[in-house]
């Protein structure tokens, strides 16, 4: 993701910030075609990319820097979900899963989201997806989107069904509804329900963010009262 984040922004403009902190979340602050933006992206080489307490923690506190100074946020998409477990329950998943989600509703600047490779479970809405109110919602062609990965959503919700089966023929059965999940789990399903605006060729992405800008580029920006993102408890 890092180096994804630096190759979409301008060239040396890129700071990340709290490198050494949730690192399964990249944020920082760039520049696109001179635009400043916000960058928040899942890291899929620390935890899968997965959103767990810090991460939650540290994308809030992006948001909340970048609405008090009017950048928009752009989202980077690559999440299995939410971690789950006793653990991360007790560091309060639930309570920073849930505001996440309201500040993502609170801000006053824009927002636009690309899901490069999966967007699952409520880590979806969660990372701009869908229902968020972004600008700009897109996805790279070889993107998943759905409830769970195709073969863990087969294995938790048929296990049974599949041990009583002879073994090679549960795993024909197997291979098959993977195959029939998958299906529902393409872009271009989502771009067909609505769920996203349009599938991009990976090579435009810069194109798309920047054109979206330009177009959000004068917008009324609302007085500091009426922002309340802007003044938000970060801990």
Wanted: include cysteine.
């Amino acid at each position: 993701m890092r180096r994804f984040n630096a190759a979409l922004c301008d060239p040396g403009s890129f700071m990340e910030l709290q490198p050494g902190y949730a690192r399964n979340l990249t944020t920082g602050l760039g520049k696109l075609d001179g635009f400043s933006v916000g960058i928040i992206g899942n890291n899929p080489m620390f935890n899968a990319g997965v959103l767990d307490p810090d991460s939650c923690r540290k994308a809030i506190r992006l948001m909340c820097l970048c609405d008090a100074f009017n950048l928009p946020v752009i989202f980077l998409m690559d999440v299995p979900g939410f971690m789950v477990g006793k653990a991360v329950e007790h560091n309060r998943i639930l309570a920073l899963a849930i505001r996440f989600v309201e500040a993502l509703g609170n801000m006053s600047t824009p927002t636009l989201t690309v899901v490069l490779r999966k967007g699952f479970g409520l880590a979806y809405p969660a990372m701009n997806g869908s229902g968020l109110g972004s600008s700009g919602l897109y996805s790279w062609p070889g993107a998943e989107i759905g409830f769970m990965d195709p073969q863990v959503g087969v294995n938790v919700a048929y296990s049974a069904r599949l041990d009583q089966m002879d073994p090679k023929e549960a795993e024909i059965e197997r291979d098959r509804m993977i195959s029939e999940i998958s299906l529902a789990t393409s872009p271009y399903e989502a771009a067909g329900t609505l769920r996203i605006d349009e599938v991009i060729d990976p090579a435009d992405t810069r194109r798309v963010l920047v054109n979206d800008l330009r177009q959000l580029d004068g917008r009324r920006v609302p007085a500091p009262e009426d922002r309340p993102l802007s003044y938000w408890p970060t801990v």
